[in-house]
C-alpha cells in the first residue's frame, strides 16, 4: 500500500526521482499514464495488469467507456528507473498533468499519484474545505 507525500523537482530533461519508499515496492518498471484527478498514476506491473483486466471489463460499446480508455491509454509508458532512481517522463506526461519544476509524489493504496505542486496544493485546499464527516456518510 502506497501513502504519504514528497516533494521531489522535475529537470530539464524530464527526469525525475521517486522516493525510494515507493520504489522498493513498485519493481524494475512502472506504468505510468494519466488519472482523472489532473495528475499522473504510477503503477507496479504487477497492479497495471489488474487495471487492464477491468479496462477490458468494461463495456466498450459505451461512448463514455471508449472515451475514459482513450483518456487512459493513449498517454501511457512503461518506464525504468535509472540507477539514480529517477524515472524518465515523456514531454506528454508532462503536458497532461502540467507538471513543473516542483512536483509531489502521493500515495493512494495501490498507485501512486505525481502532481505539479500548484495542483497538489489546490487539493488540500479542496479537501480542508470538505466536511469530512458528511463525506464518508455519503460513501
Given at each position: ?18 522516493p ?7 519493481g ?13 498514476a ?11 483486466k ?21 498517454v ?17 506526461l ?10 509531489v ?5 495501490d ?10 496544493d489546490?487539493?488540500v485546499k ?5 466536511d ?6 455519503g460513501?
Open positions: 500500500m502506497f501513502s504519504g507525500q514528497y516533494l521531489h523537482n522535475l529537470d530539464g530533461k524530464g527526469r525525475i526521482a521517486v525510494a519508499k515507493f520504489r522498493n515496492e513498485l524494475d518498471v512502472v506504468v505510468v499514464t494519466r488519472h482523472v484527478d489532473d495528475c499522473l504510477i503503477y507496479s506491473e504487477k497492479t497495471w495488469e489488474i487495471e487492464e477491468r479496462l477490458y471489463a468494461m463495456d466498450r460499446n459505451k461512448k463514455d467507456v471508449r472515451r475514459y480508455i482513450d483518456f487512459r491509454l493513449s501511457l509508458y512503461k518506464l525504468n528507473f535509472d540507477s539514480q532512481g529517477r524515472i524518465y517522463l515523456p514531454q506528454d508532462i503536458e497532461a498533468a502540467r507538471l513543473e519544476k516542483e512536483c509524489f502521493t500515495g493512494a493504496l498507485e501512486i499519484k505525481l502532481w505539479s505542486k500548484n495542483a497538489w489546490n487539493r479542496e479537501i480542508e474545505e470538505i469530512m464527516a458528511d463525506l464518508i456518510e460513501l
